[in-house]
C-alpha cells in the first residue's frame, strides 16, 4: 500500500521522539551487559557486534532491540520489539513501546554475551514508556498515528473492496469450468484462482477454437447428449472460448 501523508508524518515523529530521548553526547556508551544477573525482567537491551563501542546514535541506527522476559546467570530470554525507523511500516504504536512486534514469534534464550555479539542494557521498559509519553510531541505523534491508522484502513477496505470485485467478476469464469467438468467428466481447462481474469483459463483446448471441436467429437461419438452439448457451448460461451 502507498505510504499517504500522515502515515509518513507519524513515522517521522516517532522516530524523532525516540531519538530524543538518547541525545547524542561525547563519549556517551552505552555498558555492555556481561551476565544475566545484571539484568531485570521488562529490561530493554540492544544486540550488537563486539568491534566498537556501542553509542546511543549505533543503538538507534542499526543495534537490534530486545525485550527481557527473564534471565539467568549466562543467558536470557528475549523477545524482539520494533523501535521506530523513519518509515509507516517499522513504526509501532508508541503508547505501548516495547509490546512484541509480530506477536506469534516466540521469544528466545541467547547467552549474553559470545564471541561476535554483545548485549547492553539500555534501560527499564516502563522507564522508557514513560519518557516517550512525557515528551512534548507525543500528543502531536497521538493525534498523527491516529490519522495514519485511519488511512492504513481505508487503503485496507479499498484493497478488499477491489479484491471482492475481481472475485465476483471471475466467478462465472470457473462455474463455467466446473459445469464442463461435471457436464464432461474430465478435465478439459486449467482454472486458476490467483491471476487476472484474461489468464484465469488455460490448457491446449483454451485456444483456436479447439474446445468446441473437442466438445462437437464428444457429442459425434455419442458421449454427450445434445443438451449436454448445448450446455457445455454455453460454457464455452461464458469462458470467451
Not at 563486539?50 to 534471565?71: G, I, M, N, Q
Not at 506469534?104 to 534501560?123: E, Q
Request: glycine share 6%.
Amino acid at each position: 500500500m502507498t505510504t499517504t501523508s500522515a502515515q509518513h508524518r507519524a513515522a517521522q515523529l516517532a522516530l524523532r521522539m525516540f531519538a530524543d530521548l538518547w541525545p547524542p553526547q561525547p563519549d556517551a556508551y552505552i555498558a555492555e551487559v556481561t551476565e544475566g544477573r545484571q539484568l531485570r525482567t521488562d529490561d530493554l537491551v540492544v544486540i550488537y557486534s563486539r568491534h566498537e563501542p556501542l553509542t546511543p546514535e549505533k543503538a538507534l541506527s542499526w543495534a537490534a532491540w530486545r525485550h527481557v522476559d527473564s534471565s539467568s546467570a549466562r543467558t536470557a530470554v528475549l523477545r524482539h520489539i520494533a523501535v521506530p525507523e523513519g518509515t509507516w511500516d517499522r513504526t509501532p504504536d508508541m503508547t505501548v513501546f516495547g509490546e512484541p512486534w509480530h506477536k506469534l514469534r516466540p521469544p528466545s534464550r541467547m547467552y549474553v554475551t559470545t564471541a561476535n555479539r554483545r548485549m547492553a542494557r539500555v534501560g527499564a521498559l516502563n522507564d522508557v514508556r514513560a519518557r516517550i509519553t512525557s515528551h512534548p510531541a507525543f500528543g502531536e505523534w497521538q493525534q498523527a498515528y491516529a490519522a495514519a491508522e485511519a488511512d492504513e484502513r481505508d487503503q485496507r477496505q479499498q484493497a478488499q473492496a477491489l479484491l471482492d470485485a475481481v472475485k465476483s467478476a471471475r466467478a462465472p469464469y470457473g462455474a463455467a469450468v466446473r459445469r464442463l467438468r461435471e457436464i464432461t467428466g474430465q478435465d478439459l481447462l486449467i482454472w486458476c484462482d490467483f491471476s487476472t481474469l484474461e489468464r484465469s483459463v488455460s490448457g491446449w483446448l483454451a485456444s483456436d477454437g479447439r474446445l468446441r471441436v473437442y466438445l462437437a467429437g464428444l457429442k459425434g461419438v455419442g458421449t454427450l447428449t445434445e443438451e449436454q452439448y448445448h450446455e457445455a457451448l454455453k460454457c464455452a460461451d461464458t469462458l470467451g472460448l
